[in-house]
């Protein structure tokens, strides 16, 4: 009897890999069905709530060579945060190329920003790195520096724009400038505590949920700052330009610093609505209703909505040859 149940248990045990196999791989093919049936809905949505007409006559307002002047600082941009996972490259030690990295991070962040984090900052990242090769720990490695990034250069900015004064904020508004100065210093103390355990700290390594975390060094930490930092600066930059000549960047630069922190509370992909309210709260005593809505309009345009067009056709190349790519990253680790 001994002898029966010890078999039997032991089958047990050799069918239960099986079983588990079986399920992450129907887990798999769910999450695709799901995924490809949940970006067009949501990019059919963005497309239907758009007012052409409106987007059009903004763009016919410009002269040509500030579209131009435009499109080659959104380039910078898209390029910047591109670096993020390159910069992460480097951090979890993965044999990825960068000619692999660049067009996937870029599919991630148009995505990103026109239909909200969790579908191209998240799920777009696992799908694509994960179907280049790379496990889950790594990327969600990958994609903790990015965010971390991405919110360092944020804080570091908006320290020095908020803690310097730069905005004036309307009579009535609940956060005043006294206490809009006393946020920027917490957010320049939080930053250079960052930078003060990533040089001093003796513990490196933490696990969370069997997730392993690795504080970089201060040279790569100060690499995210400068990367964040100059990120979210082309941003600013970008909707400067289409202002008109008096427009003050340091303003600008915090007005959309402003501006992003509302569109993540809303949770509203793009942050549809959120940054012309507060654009034009902030600065209606300078421009005028129809020059700030041109220039935003023209915002979206360039820094949204053309890079979505490019990442859609980027994204559909990457599923098609993202088993031959595996194949050669395979090949090549083995050798």
Known sequence: MNGVSQASTGQDKS???????????????GFTVFFFIAVPVLLFML?????????????ESYKASTLALGFLVAVGSYLTYCGFDVLARRYTEHKLSVKQIVPVTFVCYAFNLNLSSWVGGIALRYRLYSRLGLDVPTITRILSLSLI??????????????????????????????????????????????????????RRTWTIRKQKLVLPSLNQALRQAFLGALNWGLMALLIFILLPEKAFYPAVLGILLISSIAGVIAHIPAGLGVLETVFITLMQHQFSKGQLLAALIGYRVIYFLIPLMLAVVVYLVLEKRAKSMRSKNEARNAG
């Open 149 to 202: 990034t991405n919110w360092l250069g944020y804080m570091l900015l908006a320290g020095f724009v908020f803690a310097g004064g730069f905005i004036d904020l309307p009579e009535g508004w609940k956060i005043g400038d006294t206490t809009l100065q006393l946020i920027g210093f917490v957010l320049l103390a939080v930053c250079f505590g960052y930078f003060l355990a990533c040089r001093f700290s003796k």
């Open 47 to 59: 497309v239907k709530n758009l007012d052409w007409n409106e987007v059009v006559h903004a763009l």
């Open 15 to 29: 069918s239960a890999p099986g079983k588990h196999k079986a399920w992450l791989t129907w887990a798999k093919r």
